[in-house]
């Protein structure tokens, strides 16, 4: 099991760029799949990006504005916001996983175990 910790979340305009991060502990950040969702309200959590086997994933919303990258050294992984837009708007929270798996169950909650609690990130039009 590993802890996650985000941070970086705040109220930013369209347009505007923030980049979060999730510090884990433990001794083998580096063999875990990490992962960022996130949930606005009423609605259900979604996929953002994944880095997983020193490859990275995106959901087509964000592909192209959002970029997820990993420090092994400072088990850190963090999530570049470019470009915000107010549909952006959500709690993000970063997931890790160590088992492997298909590159698809990458894309569900429900494939990890180890969550964050989330930082809110906030886009005003």
């Known amino acids: 099991q590993v802890q996650l910790v985000e941070s970086g979340g705040g109220l930013v305009q369209a347009g505007g760029s923030l980049r979060l991060s999730c510090a884990a502990s433990?001794?083998?950040?580096?063999?875990?799949?990490m992962a960022w969702f996130r949930q606005a309200p009423g609605k259900e959590r979604e996929f953002v990006a994944v880095?997983?086997?020193?490859?990275?994933y995106y959901a087509d919303s964000v592909k192209g504005r959002f970029t997820v990258s990993r420090d092994d050294g400072k088990n850190t992984v963090y999530l570049q916001m470019n470009s915000l837009k107010p549909e952006d708007t959500a709690v993000y929270y970063c997931?890790?996983?160590?088992?492997?798996?298909?590159?698809?169950?990458?894309?569900?909650?429900?494939?990890?175990?180890?969550w964050g609690q989330g930082t809110q990130v906030t886009v005003s039009s």
């Open positions: 997931a890790a996983d160590r088992a492997r798996r298909a590159v698809p169950e990458y894309f569900r909650p429900g494939t990890y175990g180890d």
């Open positions: 433990g001794r083998t950040f580096s063999t875990y799949t």
């Open positions: 880095f997983s086997g020193g490859n990275s």
